[in-house]
């Protein structure tokens, strides 16, 4: 096998909002701009397409919003491959080399300078009875209720629960979709003199959260604030659920703990953390915070990163939603072209913009603060990497004979070594290092290489082949 | 994370597989040794490792000191209740042409010679030993006793022995110079500017014993070198059985370099190097990634011997630094002013010779032979430090 090749001015990694705001804005420029995704459809995770036509989601705004999005960088002359994905970058000789399995064939992108607009993932916090079948994700729950035809698959009860203003999203996804949700389970209680300062400041935002509340209300759940998940229960999948109040210091009170019974779908989420694994391969410098979903790739007003020729824009850098997605979107792909000689719009006003959705996102994140330790204590034998079979005993004992950093706690005890190579453990062995008290910063994060998910030998080989050649020809 | 103490009898400095294993020995006999590491324990090339036990085609002047490394990780294994999964399964060396059928039969007379169990096998009996190694080779090398371990669970278990027998361990504790006074060690110097006192002081730090020892005004010929590996998705259990290695070409040269097994876990690691790869010095200190040449010629490789295998998902590679000396043997004993000792120059196969290693040298710190028979003596005339310096006198 040998690979197809591209060669552009720009690439750009993730067509969600970000990612297509990027492609439109370097096309505009007269750049030649390839952008790749994984999914099937253009939209990335806000903006995702429904696959079906009768979809209750196929005439709503984000949808509707990237189809627009991706319309429009198509009629810039960007050209978008979708079934795309991306499983190596590299610096070469005048720019980078992507290597991408498109739907099983190998593709070599060449590219003068590379945005990554990469999104983000979920952030799936582990708890006693998290592996149950029944248990999923909050963002796997609005991806079902998005794609398909707007039902879940499961009988029962459903709760939806965790923390954070995504949850209010998805929430309101149930009632688009006329999906049943009996329970809503949010960790915090903002003070209402709290939540008025943010919309004081943020005026054009009070008729979203205005509709949000709304649309939760009409899913008909029964609405839990102040508590949290502490127990999936069940034998072979999810039979109930256990919560709790939280008190002051926030911790679960157990004492008035109680059960939901005939539940058939928890669905489960402590906010997202940023994509970052084409961009720590490339070895850009990445920091922390915890408001921005932890480790997020670093870049300057522009959306330039620390490696020369490479930018990041949408949640890459940060957890902020959609919004400013766009807006870093369209200031990154302006950037990369202008830097290579094309003569880009002015970005004055979508960096003035850019300040303020990330304002009021920052706002938003301090209502609804991520844990950053485990929410409930964990019993020893359960597990937190499934992959390796690796449980909360072993990760605790690891770190208490010295391993001090997620490295560590991967190479000691394998956690994160499996065919997800830690997007699903990666959140619950930072917060078991968090819980044991060393500092994020201490506890960094583990850089991505070759490959970026699991890829057949032979695209590889074909990928690397076209790798070698941008490398070594004269 | 935990206060640093002011003084230590001795001072380990690394804590991958050999310094742990300094560590372990300095503790078994007695003497109360601080470990001192810069980041992880065995977060370096330790971590990296294929780590195969065995003397096959490691030369003949090092076979008994080999045969005796061998025997303590058996012994180590059966101690602890082999928590690191140390496991004989016995190593394939296969050949391709009729110049590697020469250097394997070179390997095997001689290495049987010295009482090995290694033997030849035909493609019949090769056949039955590696069942999906169905490749075209002509024939393979076979010594059934190479064994490996789990490198991150075995440098786990050196160090909690280690700590059990009275050594402090300290990670996150990078050293940055050495402290010498009056012409002797006074211990060592930290990067945050704190000092430890010590009247011996070993350097065990990998391709970072040179940095290290000119603050003591030596030079040790140590340079690194760049040494990947790849892993693939998880198979089923038995779909390699052995430790599959290219047979070395004798007298030195060097002819590329071949090792493929299945990890407990049920990955399959492989790597196929043919051309060395160019290292500055400072790579070490950086992250790298495995050279796109590398992984054609690691692929190529693969494929070739188990066609069967050839479709399967990568799943992830690494790269990490091995420290390289002139004749391609470690550098053990006292070095420089007194009171300083190296352990260092694994040359890519240090983790076999660890447990050897760190025994020998505490012995030759306590001054007792802590190896048997006469093979304290031959480790210090094979490691000694001086050979490089007295060549250059
Ligand atoms: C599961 C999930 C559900 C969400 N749902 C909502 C919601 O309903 N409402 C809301 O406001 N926000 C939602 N969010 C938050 C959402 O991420 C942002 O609002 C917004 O989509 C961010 O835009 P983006 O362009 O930065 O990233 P995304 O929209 O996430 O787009 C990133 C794109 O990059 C692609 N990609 C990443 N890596 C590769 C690779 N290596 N190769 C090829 N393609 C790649 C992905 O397939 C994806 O399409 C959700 C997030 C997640 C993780
Ligand atoms: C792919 C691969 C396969 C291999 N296969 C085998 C095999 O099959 N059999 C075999 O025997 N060997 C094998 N090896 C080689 C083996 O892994 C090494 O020889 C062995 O691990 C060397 O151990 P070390 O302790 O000397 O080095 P390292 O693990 O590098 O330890 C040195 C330590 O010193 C620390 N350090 C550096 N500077 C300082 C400082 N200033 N202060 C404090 N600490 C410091 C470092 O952080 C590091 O942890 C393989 C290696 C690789 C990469």
């Known amino acids: 096998m040998s690979a197809a090749h591209l060669s552009c001015d720009v690439a750009v990694v993730g067509a969600g909002p970000a990612g297509l705001a990027a492609a439109r804005a370097a096309a505009e420029a007269g750049a030649r701009v390839v952008c790749l995704d994984a999914f099937a459809t253009p939209g990335g995770q806000y903006a995702m397409q429904p696959t079906q036509a009768e979809s209750p989601f196929a005439a709503t705004a984000p949808v509707a919003l990237g189809r627009a999005a991706a319309r429009a960088a198509g009629e810039a002359g960007a050209q978008i491959l979708c079934g795309a994905e991306v499983f190596w970058g590299a610096c070469v000789p005048g720019g980078f080399c992507l290597s991408v399995n498109h739907a099983g064939r190998a593709l070599a992108v060449e590219a003068k300078a590379l945005v990554v607009a990469a999104g983000a993932m979920e952030r799936p916090l582990p708890f006693p009875g998290w592996t149950l079948p029944g248990v999923i994700g909050a963002g796997a729950a609005q991806r079902l209720l998005k794609t398909g035809t707007g039902a879940l698959p499961l009988p029962g009860k459903t709760v939806l629960a965790g923390s954070g203003p995504f949850l209010l999203a998805v929430a309101q996804s149930f009632a688009k979709a006329g999906q049943r949700l009996d329970h809503f389970v949010e960790m915090q209680r903002p003070l209402p003199a709290d939540v008025a300062k943010v919309f004081a400041r943020h005026p054009g935002k009070l008729a979203e959260a205005a509709r949000l509340g709304l649309d939760l209300r009409r899913s008909g759940a029964a609405r839990h604030v102040g508590h949290m998940v502490t127990r999936a229960l069940g034998t072979d999948r999810l039979e109930a659920v256990e919560i709790a109040p939280l008190s002051a210091s926030g911790q679960p009170v157990m004492g008035r703990a109680r059960e939901i019974d005939g539940v058939g779908t928890l669905a489960i989420g402590y906010g997202f953390q940023p994509v970052i694994d084409l961009t720590t391969a490339l070895d850009a410098a990445h920091d922390f915070h915890a408001a921005l979903g932890g480790w997020h790739c670093r870049a300057d007003a522009d959306g330039r990163t620390t490696v020369a020729g490479l930018w990041a824009a949408g949640e890459t850098l940060g957890i902020g939603g959609a919004v400013p997605a766009q807006l870093s979107g369209r200031i990154a792909g302006a950037g990369a072209a202008r830097t290579l000689g094309f003569s880009a719009p002015d970005v004055t006003g979508a960096t003035q913009a850019l300040g303020n959705a990330r304002a009021f996102a920052s706002a938003l994140a301090q209502l609804y603060p991520p844990p950053q330790g485990l929410p409930v204590a964990l019993p020893e034998d359960e597990l937190i990497c499934r992959c390796e079979d690796v449980t909360a005993g072993d990760i605790a004992t690891a770190i208490a004979e010295g391993a001090h950093e997620s490295f560590a706690v991967k190479t000691w005890t394998r956690a994160g070594m499996g065919p997800c190579q830690g997007r699903i453990c990666g959140a619950g062995i930072a917060a078991a290092l968090a819980q044991a008290g060393v500092p994020a910063d201490k506890a960094s994060y583990n850089r991505a290489h070759l490959p970026l998910r699991p890829v057949p030998l032979p695209l590889v080989r074909a990928a690397m082949q076209a790798q070698t050649e941008m490398e070594t020809r004269p | ?393």
């Open chain 2, 1 to 393: 994370m935990t206060t640093l103490p002011q003084s230590a009898e001795v001072i380990v400095v690394g804590g991958g597989i050999v310094g742990l294993s300094v560590a372990l020995a300095l503790a078994e006999a007695g003497a109360k040794p601080l470990l001192l590491e810069a980041k992880s324990f065995g977060g370096a090339v330790t971590g990296g490792s294929l780590a195969a036990i065995g003397t096959h085609m490691h030369g003949l002047a090092e076979y008994g000191v080999m045969a005796h490394a061998c025997d303590l990780w058996r012994a180590f294994a059966e101690r602890t209740g082999n928590p690191f999964e140390h496991t004989a399964q016995g190593q394939v060396g296969f050949i391709l042409d009729a110049e590697g059928m020469e250097s394997g039969e070179g390997w095997v007379a001689e290495e049987r010679a010295l009482g090995a169990p290694c033997r030849m096998l035909t493609p019949a009996g090769l056949a039955e030993v590696e069942p999906r190694l169905t490749g075209p080779v002509l024939g393979a090398t076979f010594a059934p006793d190479t064994a490996t371990v789990n490198p991150f669970l075995a440098a786990r278990t050196v160090l909690a022995e280690a700590r059990a027998a009275g050594a402090v361990a300290l990670d996150h504790a990078p050293v940055a110079g050495l402290l010498v006074e009056a012409g002797r060690i006074a211990g060592v110097c930290m990067a945050d500017g704190a000092e430890i006192r010590a009247g011996q002081v070993v350097l065990a730090s990998g391709p970072w014993s040179q940095e290290i020892s000119v603050s003591a005004g030596v030079c040790l010929p140590l340079v690194p070198r760049q040494a990947q590996c790849l892993a693939a998705l998880r198979q089923p259990p038995g779909t390699i059985r052995r430790i599959v290695s290219a047979v070395e070409s004798r007298g030195g040269v060097a002819s590329g370099y071949t090792q493929i097994q299945q990890a407990g876990s049920g990955q399959i690691l492989f790597n196929t190097v043919v051309d060395f790869i160019e290292t500055p010095p400072e790579a070490k200190d950086t992250v790298r990634e495995v050279p796109s040449g590398f992984v054609l010629t690691s692929i190529d490789t693969l494929a070739t011997l188990f066609p069967s295998l050839a479709e399967i998902p990568l799943l992830r590679s690494w790269v990490r630094f091995e420290a390289v000396s002139p004749d391609a043997r470690f550098l053990a004993g006292a070095v420089g002013p007194e009171g300083l000792w190296v352990c260092a120059g694994d040359n890519g196969s240090g983790y076999c010779r660890s447990l050897m290693l760190g025994r020998f040298l505490a012995g030759e710190i306590i001054g007792a032979a802590l190896l048997p028979g006469a093979l304290q003596a031959d480790a210090r005339a094979l490691y000694a430090p001086q050979r490089f310096t007295q060549v250059a006198a």
